[in-house]
């Protein structure tokens, strides 16, 4: 039995918001069983949109908080199901998702888009992914969830019981002259084992075959003892080619680990050891892992194989140079796996500090999703530096670039963020400004403040939409001080006798201002802005004086 059959009734906006739900569920069927070109399709993706529209016709957004088995709007129960199965609750639930949040603005397309989502089978068709990880690819303009970070981790307790036993299998004392576990490669290093008597040998084989170390393992032991054990240099290069051939294995199949702690080895054996005629013999096997080879290998590896492990992944790209830069650009441009798309976000993110100026030719690609994880990545580097290649960005044609490059502007700590800020705050697209304002709400300096009062003061702020203007002067609030209280006061003292309308929202937005900032002395104005025959004047005139007399 339903729940909310036991409960007071559903107001009415509970009620519009619960026939959207139901209509996600009625959708989300009939998208399973149709294409996009049948008439059932067609009809199902017009009842959807008319559900949303009806449902805006009270609100400006649909805010749907997430329980495991329930979904509430506004603490009312719109959806509830105890069952596992087919339970649209549970399924967003499992993956962290916390709130989904739908604007007024919602287009058909956000809104196909979306079912589309919902309809996969993350579980069989894509376990690699989940519905955090597809939405944050979207990047949709009108839809916004938020996610509890703690489910991100793709880490199951008994994965977490799993590298324990690993990482006590790799430091038994037995077996540490020959490997060093290194789930943190630049902690602890492998010693490097020194050539074994026969005893040694069969002891260390039958710890081996104990601990069930894989035969790429084994065979690598064996290499490095006999390369140790090698009187002559054309044997010792002929083992070194073997271990370059293990090594290509390895990545071939997807083995960083493997990988990793092969060349992990040979960088701790040529600290240590003095090679006198086999100087530089290691050479090949680091241009090797450098060469359009082996990186069209890895390329391959990041779209086809599902087990990667991203601490091992990342441990090997640290032995990669800045030359690998462009080849790691071109697999981002390609890369169909969003796990492996995040993977070379984070080799890149690595390597490209090496080269901040080869890394920024990425922002020059013909595909906006490369340009964009482009600007992310030299966020994540956080270079000064790069501000000169990302300024550029805020003038690419797709909104959703300029946007990560605002964003992205807004975090460096350079003397020219705040000049691309304002510049950006002429962008053409609404939500592009509002990043840019925002951002420079977060810098929280005298010049931050005033690039806003200027920017609320120009002659074509008075005809942006009421909820921009809002967004403007909320973030204007975050400054509490006279010169801000004096502006607001201002602000809503003016009348005009042109654009009384307009002039009215902002008004509005200054009563609203006001209210955050909770400044008494404006009490008399807001009571006279409340009787105001403007209605977004009114209620917000009448939202700051509750707050200001609570």
């Known amino acids: 039995m339903d729940k909310q059959s036991e409960k007071e009734p559903l107001s009415e906006e509970a009620r519009l918001a619960e026939d959207v739900v139901q209509g996600i569920l009625k959708t989300r069927k009939l998208f399973i069983l149709y294409p996009p070109n049948n008439p059932v399709y067609i009809n199902a993706s017009d009842a959807m949109v008319d559900k949303f529209r009806k449902f805006f016709e009270k609100n400006d957004r649909l805010s749907l908080k997430i329980l495991q088995n329930e979904i509430l709007f506004n603490n009312e129960q719109v959806y509830h199901n105890p069952e596992k199965s087919d339970n649209l609750a549970l399924f967003f639930f499992k993956d962290g998702l916390k709130e989904l949040t739908f604007l007024s603005s919602i287009t058909r397309k956000e809104i196909e888009e979306f079912i589309r989502i919902i309809i996969t089978d993350f579980e069989h068709d894509a376990p690699d992914d989940d519905i955090v990880t597809i939405l944050w690819e979207k990047d949709f303009e009108h839809i916004t969830y938020y996610a509890d970070e703690n489910f991100l981790i793709d880490v199951s307790e008994e994965e977490k019981a799993s590298e324990n036993i690993k990482e006590k299998i790799?430091?038994?004392?037995?077996?540490?002259?020959?490997?060093?576990?290194?789930?943190?490669?630049?902690?602890?290093?492998?010693?490097?084992?020194?050539?074994?008597?026969?005893?040694?040998?069969?002891?260390?084989?039958g710890s081996m075959e104990e601990q069930h170390l894989s035969k790429t393992d084994k065979f690598t032991v064996i290499l490095f003892e006999l390369l140790y054990s090698a009187a002559d240099l054309s044997t010792f290069k002929e083992i070194v080619r073997h271990i370059e051939a293990a090594l290509k294995y390895c990545v071939s199949t997807?083995?960083?680990?493997?990988?990793?702690?092969?060349?992990?080895?040979?960088?701790?054996?040529?600290?240590?050891?003095?090679?006198e005629d086999k100087k530089n013999i290691f050479d090949p096997i680091f241009t090797a892992i450098n060469s359009s080879a082996m990186l069209e290998e890895v390329g391959k590896v990041l779209d086809n194989v599902t087990t990667i492990e991203e601490g091992w992944f990342i441990a090997y790209i640290k032995h990669l140079n800045e030359s690998t830069i462009p080849y790691f650009i071109n697999i981002m441009a390609e890369v169909q796996s969003l796990k492996g798309r995040r993977l070379v976000i984070e080799a890149l993110a690595i390597i490209g500090q090496l080269?901040?100026?080869?890394?920024?030719?990425?922002?020059?690609?013909?595909?906006?999703?490369?340009?964009?994880?482009?600007?992310?990545?030299?966020?994540?580097?956080?270079?000064?530096?790069?501000?000169?290649?990302?300024a550029k960005s805020l003038s690419h044609p797709d909104e959703r670039v300029r946007k990560e490059a605002v964003i992205t502007i807004g975090n460096l700590k350079s003397p020219e963020t705040l000049l691309f800020l304002t510049k950006a705050l002429k962008d053409r697209s609404h939500s592009v400004r509002i990043t840019a304002a925002r951002a420079i709400g977060h810098i929280k300096t005298r010049e931050a403040k005033k690039a806003l009062i200027n920017e609320l003061t120009a002659k074509d702020f008075l005809s942006k939409d009421l909820?921009?203007?809002?967004?403007y002067f909320g973030i204007i609030a975050l400054?509490?001080?006279?010169?801000?209280?004096?502006?607001?006061?201002?602000?809503?003292?003016?009348?005009?006798?042109?654009?009384?309308?307009?002039?009215?929202?902002?008004?509005?937005?200054?009563?609203?201002?006001?209210?955050?900032?909770?400044?008494?002395?404006?009490?008399?104005?807001?009571?006279?802005?409340?009787?105001?025959?403007?209605k977004a004047l009114r209620e917000n005139s009448l939202t700051a004086i509750n707050k200001l007399t609570a």
């Open 479 to 534: 400054w509490p001080d006279t010169e801000v209280k004096e502006f607001l006061i201002r602000t809503l003292k003016r009348r005009r006798f042109w654009k009384t309308t307009k002039n009215n929202e902002t008004r509005a937005c200054a009563a609203y201002a006001l209210g955050i900032l909770r400044d008494k002395d404006a009490l008399p104005l807001l009571q006279k802005a409340s009787r105001s025959g403007n």
């Open 355 to 390: 080269n901040i100026k080869t890394l920024a030719e990425g922002l020059k690609s013909s595909k906006w999703h490369v340009v964009k994880d482009t600007i992310h990545i030299l966020g994540k580097i956080g270079d000064s530096a790069s501000i000169e290649y990302l």
């Open 254 to 275: 997807g083995d960083f680990r493997s990988a990793s702690h092969i060349l992990n080895v040979i960088k701790e054996d040529t600290k240590k050891r003095v090679y």
């Open 170 to 205: 790799y430091l038994d004392d037995s077996l540490k002259k020959a490997y060093r576990d290194s789930l943190e490669a630049e902690a602890v290093q492998p010693d490097i084992p020194v050539p074994l008597n026969p005893e040694d040998i069969q002891y260390l084989s």
């Open 467 to 471: 909820d921009e203007k809002k967004e």
